[in-house]
């Protein structure tokens, strides 16, 4: 059928911007802890990730998920997993932009910044490949436990080359790696494993055992948790042997999950699989928390980015959408809306890159415990954000096409992925129990904004006396964690960001007035300026 009738007050498709130089409150902070150059480094990063090209790859790579081959057509086992070419054009402008493992084979003393803010960007168009990303990134720093592994695999780590397919890693001109922790019987309680893992002659070790949750199984090597006589034990596992053979790991079969759907993660069965000892006997959780720590910060980078990429949808739709008689960016209850979703942004994206900031200071003890609270708070934030910005668009928003139902099934990933909520907000008391270091550092951080807001400085007196009182610390430790994050989010916002901004977030987060509720900001926010701040501009 031809047309009838002309359509008016439709929303033009959102590309051709710049996610990153296009963030006011990201680029700020990129040149906050690093410099103008690094952002100027991700200039190309920047406008391809806002480009129909990027936005095409993630909608196919979403539309197209991997698929699971165990046999081949003789009947052997391989054990491969089959992705779209869309899949492969993301992973490949990631890893090529050095959004992997690239940072630690740097000198730059802002490579972790540059990268968090080049992933925070980038993965705005599919947060699914994140994850392979994001555990090529995190296994660095734990398999410098052990130098002759890291001296075997780092170069592949650290290269900016993207070698998909199953082949000795020494070979490969980059590597990607996975992860192996979570079995059936225990979750979170990772000392519960029973994978076993026997010692040989060589210096190998032969695992035995199920993992319930074995991320991106198409990997070329994984860390993973096995049990010997010492204790749990941390080991490396590649998927094809020094020798050239394939490492016996039994693919039994992908999860068919909410969302993260462009991202393979699978059942692996092992069955004297051969694998190295990293670290000490017995000491595996110390050595694979090195890892952890590395991947909860990209827990917040990815929540974070997936906030931005939603308040983005919502202010490109009201700047274009006409209602009652007006565009909705004028009108005032979705200037507040608008305005209160760019404040959660600006916080959450503050405090990520303030996080990537403390890896390239070696500023361990606070990043130990801030990590921790902005894990906990961020990625729980994020699913309630994401469905204020959905209503923004209407019923516009809940079809596939907008881009946004694809943003709400992720967004719970990150606060479950790592730890869930109770997990993380109990690390938090561990990391303020254990190291009286972290919480100095932390306490140092809160000081920087002292005596500038009444409401800040009421808060931080909040969260002081929450620890001062030692009885049912388990009870409350959502509340602490909660309440830690928050102050640092305060800290860095009036410190950093303009005095609207900041005024709005002390009222609305740490002085009561929002209820829990997104759009309820006090009558007096500057919101149109707000939300002028966090529009990004077209390249």
């Known amino acids: 059928m031809g047309s009838t009738h002309e359509v008016t007050n439709q929303v033009p498709p959102l590309a051709g911007h710049d996610p990153i130089a296009g963030d006011t409150a990201l680029a700020e902070a990129c040149v906050r802890h690093a410099d103008a150059t690094a952002l100027a480094s991700l200039a190309d990063l920047g406008r391809l990730s806002g480009s129909e090209q990027a936005q095409e790859w993630g909608r196919l790579a979403n539309e197209n998920p991997p698929r699971l081959r165990t046999h081949d057509r003789y009947g052997h086992r391989i054990d491969e997993v089959e992705f779209h070419p869309a899949w492969h054009e993301?992973?490949?402008?990631?890893?090529?932009?050095?959004?992997?493992?690239?940072?630690?084979?740097?000198?730059?003393?802002?490579?972790?910044?540059?990268?968090?803010?080049?992933?925070?960007?980038?993965?705005?168009?599919?947060?699914?490949?994140?994850?392979?990303?994001?555990?090529?990134?995190?296994?660095?720093?734990?398999?410098?436990?052990?130098?002759?592994?890291?001296?075997?695999?780092?170069?592949?780590?650290?290269?900016?080359?993207?070698?998909?397919?199953?082949?000795?890693?020494?070979?490969?001109?980059?590597?990607?790696?996975?992860?192996?922790?979570?079995?059936?019987?225990?979750?979170?309680?990772?000392?519960?494993?029973?994978?076993?893992?026997?010692?040989?002659?060589?210096?190998?070790?032969?695992?035995?055992?199920?993992?319930?949750?074995?991320?991106?199984?198409?990997?070329?090597?994984?860390?993973?948790?096995?049990?010997?006589?010492?204790?749990?034990?941390?080991?490396?596992?590649?998927?094809?042997?020094?020798?050239?053979?394939?490492?016996?790991?039994?693919?039994?079969?992908?999860?068919?999950?909410?969302?993260?759907?462009?991202?393979?993660?699978?059942?692996?069965?092992?069955?004297?699989?051969?694998?190295?000892?990293?670290?000490?006997?017995?000491?595996?959780?110390?050595?694979?928390?090195?890892?952890?720590?590395?991947?909860?910060?990209?827990?917040?980078?990815?929540?974070?980015?997936?906030?931005?990429?939603?308040?983005?949808?919502?202010?490109?739709?009201?700047?274009?959408?006409?209602?009652?008689?007006?565009?909705?960016?004028?009108?005032?209850?979705?200037?507040?809306?608008?305005?209160?979703?760019?404040v959660e942004s600006e916080a959450a994206t503050a405090l990520a890159i303030r996080l990537a900031a403390a890896v390239d200071a070696g500023e361990s003890p606070f990043l130990r415990l801030a990590g921790a609270a902005a894990k906990f708070w961020v990625c729980k934030r994020t699913p309630g954000v994401v469905a204020e910005a959905m209503e923004v668009l209407g019923g516009n928003g809940y079809v596939e096409d907008s881009g946004l139902p694809r943003l709400y099934r992720q967004s719970p990933l990150n606060s479950i992925w790592e730890g869930s909520g109770n997990v993380i907000a109990l690390d938090v008391l561990r990391a303020m129990g254990r190291s009286s270091d972290s919480l100095a550092a932390v306490d140092a951080e809160l000081e920087l904004a002292r005596g500038v807001d009444d409401r800040y400085d009421d808060a931080v007196g909040r969260l002081r006396?929450?620890?001062?009182?030692?009885?049912?610390?388990?009870?409350?430790?959502?509340?602490?964690?909660?309440?830690?994050?928050?102050?640092?989010?305060?800290?860095?916002?009036?410190?950093?960001?303009?005095?609207?901004?900041?005024?709005?977030?002390?009222a609305s987060r740490l002085g009561g007035s929002g209820g829990g509720v997104l759009g309820m900001l006090p009558a007096t926010t500057a919101a149109a300026k707000i939300v002028e701040r966090a529009s990004v501009a077209p390249v």
Not at 301 to 319: F, K, V
Not at 474 to 488: S, Y
Request: aromatic share 6%; hydrophobic share 40%; glycine share 10%.
């Open 465 to 506: 006396a929450e620890l001062a009182d030692p009885e049912d610390l388990p009870v409350r430790a959502r509340r602490i964690a909660g309440l830690l994050a928050l102050c640092l989010q305060g800290s860095l916002l009036l410190r950093h960001a303009p005095d609207a901004v900041a005024d709005a977030f002390c």
């Open 90 to 342: 993301l992973m490949r402008t990631a890893v090529g932009h050095g959004l992997a493992g690239a940072p630690w084979a740097e000198r730059s003393p802002h490579a972790h910044v540059r990268r968090a803010v080049g992933y925070f960007g980038w993965t705005q168009n599919e947060m699914g490949h994140g994850c392979p990303v994001t555990m090529t990134y995190a296994v660095v720093p734990a398999l410098r436990r052990t130098p002759e592994l890291a001296a075997r695999y780092e170069p592949g780590l650290t290269s900016t080359a993207y070698q998909f397919g199953l082949a000795e890693p020494t070979g490969k001109r980059g590597l990607v790696a996975g992860m192996g922790m979570t079995e059936k019987q225990g979750g979170s309680d990772v000392r519960a494993n029973s994978t076993r893992a026997v010692a040989q002659p060589d210096g190998s070790y032969r695992l035995t055992g199920h993992k319930w949750f074995t991320s991106a199984p198409m990997s070329d090597l994984f860390l993973v948790l096995a049990r010997l006589e010492e204790g749990i034990s941390c080991f490396v596992v590649p998927r094809v042997l020094p020798d050239g053979t394939r490492n016996v790991f039994h693919v039994q079969r992908l999860k068919d999950k909410l969302g993260d759907r462009s991202n393979a993660s699978s059942e692996v069965e092992f069955d004297g699989t051969t694998g190295w000892l990293v670290g000490e006997p017995g000491r595996g959780v110390p050595a694979i928390i090195e890892m952890v720590n590395m991947t909860r910060l990209d827990c917040v980078l990815g929540s974070a980015a997936t906030i931005r990429a939603a308040l983005t949808q919502a202010i490109h739709h009201a700047r274009h959408r006409r209602a009652f008689g007006a565009l909705l960016v004028d009108q005032p209850l979705m200037q507040n809306v608008l305005a209160d979703l760019a």
